[in-house]
């Protein structure tokens, strides 16, 4: 009993001085201007079903090369990739390794979700509605494509990330990142495969480092 | 059965390909569109290139030309113009040896289809289009190109020919019934519905809620041959018009009727018909019911159809047709089809005082294999198998490969 108590207050102790040393950085990523929303080209059917405009531009900023948390567990988390209005929602969605993704059907109408990226090879099938999403657990690191079959226009993006200090931007490019390890480390900012950042960052207990991509502040 | 080497290199060749430079043919599909700075005209170019081999053992199915094995390569272009949230228009444009394999076997270049259309609602409820269009008729024509098709070739009712003509009528009951012993004349005859018989006029269509409808109003009849499908081989003095009403319950059923009646002869065949008839004397009517259902990994279509083609000097020459089709993804990028097709020919008098079947009835099953490489690399392997119900077979076995890229 003495033991545990001992531990708790090791543990306290020690993560109470983590957030006093942890360091963070912000600023901004020039994102693209947004792409032209395609159109369906229903050649032979009359369209169906609304559709929204897609997500504008995001990116996500990661640190690269820090040393992981003494605390670090394995990504279990569950979070959701809706499909509405005939577009992916969050349009880019920034995972850890081994973070399940649900992707629920939020339209009248059938969607499919499938990818072929290296990453992350699979394909959904056609779900509807009302049926529990069907999910996927991203177990590798990478950037998985993800496509509707059915609706060809649709295009969303999942970043599979080693590392667990990463953060999205707003649509602004505007991000910061908080509880970063002090160092001399790599900052990444991704946006899309021909348009990705990085540059080196040292981290300094206490203090918020300003970067912008592309360039110095 | 040997295996041909045209197939053999042909899946090499996509095997080398399939791997390579996938980002270059993505940027090549996202690159190839115009927007006005406004954004009142976007223009998207795609397009289909299909590599075709077919085996053959006796003649060829369906609408397959020529009397042997052959290679079919195929160039398709697609221009979609939206003007606006009200005007879309396409274009198709194809490089080819015939819209049907072979059928041009010197080479062909033309323009498949062409359309405007007005969509006054952005609802859909209505839309107006004219130009040279794929039928409304049936539920086939929106999985025909080589992409959606999980097949190489077309189902039963909208390929195999029958031994009705429309250049010229049959001197008596005996000459018509004679054809049946022949080998398909595919250069005259008539299937049901011929490919996604891409006739010239008009349509109005759209969708209420759970309901799709169509009625079109074109330059020759469904069966028609790909010669008269442009305006100006072929006005509208004798016009087809054909409907189709859809329901979709539910996102996994879509149930439809259609029905189509038109003049089918052309005007080379006036000149032997009965003495105080006209080509719109003779008419096809036909009738089709469709269904489809899809759910995760399995898409299952079926359509039957009913025709009645009347035929000078004969009488009316009757038919069932019907197909079920079905593909099953075993991996997200192997896919399975089976389809099952089958026709049955009604009965006429044979000018002797009896009646028999005017054409041989035919059933065949397709088997095909198709494999996604990339979204814009497929390849698919065919085999199929008719047997006809008489001493005369125009085909036994077919083997196919088609590999297509799409961009």
């Known amino acids: 009993m003495q033991a545990s108590i001992i531990a708790l207050v090791l543990a306290l102790a020690t993560g109470s001085v983590a957030a006093q040393v942890a360091a963070s950085v912000e600023g901004t990523v020039a994102l693209p201007k947004p792409a032209a929303p395609a159109r369906l080209n229903a050649r032979y059917a009359a369209q169906a079903g609304a559709w929204l405009p897609p997500e504008p531009p995001t990116a996500v900023v990661f640190l690269e090369g820090a040393p992981l948390p003494p605390d670090d567990r394995p990504a279990t988390n569950v979070v959701q990739m809706v499909q509405k209005g005939m577009q992916f929602g969050p349009g880019l969605l920034a995972v850890r390794k081994g973070t399940r993704v649900e992707f629920p059907n939020a339209d009248d109408f059938y969607h499919n979700v499938f990818s072929y990226s290296k990453a992350k090879r699979f394909d959904l099938g056609r779900f509807l509605k009302d049926e529990k999403a069907p999910a996927i657990t991203f177990d590798q690191p990478g950037v998985v494509k993800l496509y509707c079959e059915i609706h060809e226009h649709m295009r969303g993006t999942v970043v599979v990330l080693e590392t667990p200090y990463f953060v999205k931007t707003d649509t602004n490019g505007v991000y910061r990142l908080t509880g970063l390890p002090a160092g001399l480390f790599k900052l990444k900012a991704w946006i899309d495969e021909k348009n990705s950042f990085e540059q080196p960052v040292d981290l300094k207990p206490g203090t918020t480092a300003r970067v912008n991509f592309p360039g110095s502040p | 059965m040997r295996i041909p080497t045209s197939i053999l290199v042909l899946l090499a060749f996509a095997a080398q390909v399939a791997g390579a430079q996938e980002a270059l043919r993505s940027s090549l599909s996202d690159a190839l569109h115009y927007q006005s700075p406004s954004g009142f005209i976007r223009a998207d170019l795609s397009g289909l290139v299909d590599l075709e081999a077919y085996f053959i053992d006796r003649r060829p199915p369906g609408l397959i030309f020529g009397n042997a094995d052959l290679f079919n390569p195929r160039l398709s272009l697609f221009l979609d113009t939206h003007l606006g949230e009200?005007?879309?228009?396409?274009?198709?444009?194809?490089?080819?040896r015939g819209g049907d394999p072979r059928s041009k076997p010197d080479g062909d270049v033309r323009v498949d289809e062409y359309l405007l259309r007005w969509t006054?609602?952005?609802?859909?409820?209505?839309?107006?289009?004219?130009?040279?269009?794929a039928t409304v008729f049936g539920k086939w024509v929106q999985r025909h190109d080589s992409w959606q098709n999980p097949f190489i070739t077309a189902p039963l009712a909208y390929e195999n020919v029958n031994t009705i003509t429309d250049q010229s009528a049959p001197g008596s009951p005996a000459a018509f019934l004679a054809r049946r012993s022949v080998?398909?004349?595919?250069?005259?005859?008539?299937?049901?519905v011929w490919g996604p018989a891409y006739t010239s006029g008009a349509s109005v269509f759209g969708q209420v809620e759970q309901w799709d409808y169509a009625v079109e109003f074109k330059n020759a009849a469904i069966s028609s041959r790909p010669t008269v499908w442009d305006a100006q081989n072929l006005g509208w003095d004798h016009p087809t018009v054909s409907t189709r009403l859809g329901l979709t319950p539910g996102a996994a059923w879509n149930f439809g009727v259609s029905a189509s009646r038109g003049a089918y002869l052309l005007p080379a065949a006036e000149a032997s018909l009965p003495v105080g008839r006209g080509l719109g004397s003779y008419a096809q009517t036909t009738l089709g019911t469709d269904v489809l259902w899809s759910h995760h990994a399995w898409q299952v279509w079926g359509e039957a159809l009913v025709a009645r083609l009347q035929v000078p000097r004969v009488g009316n020459a009757d038919t069932f047709t019907y197909f079920v089709e079905t593909k099953y993804k075993l991996t997200p990028n192997l896919f399975a089809a089976v389809r099952w097709n089958q026709q049955l020919c009604g009965t006429v008098p044979d000018g002797a005082g009896g009646t028999q079947h005017w054409d041989r009835n035919l059933s065949r099953v397709d088997t095909a294999l198709g494999y996604r490489f990339t979204r814009h690399w497929q390849g698919k392997l065919q085999y199929s198998y008719t047997h006809e119900n008489a001493p005369f077979q125009q085909s036994e076995q077919l083997l196919a490969a088609q590999f297509t890229v799409k961009f």
Do not use: C, E, I, M
């Open chain 2, 86 to 96: 009200q005007f879309y228009s396409l274009v198709q444009f194809r490089a080819d």
């Open chain 2, 120 to 133: 006054p609602w952005t609802d859909g409820r209505v839309n107006v289009q004219a130009g040279k269009f």
């Open chain 2, 183 to 192: 080998a398909d004349q595919k250069a005259k005859w008539l299937p049901v």
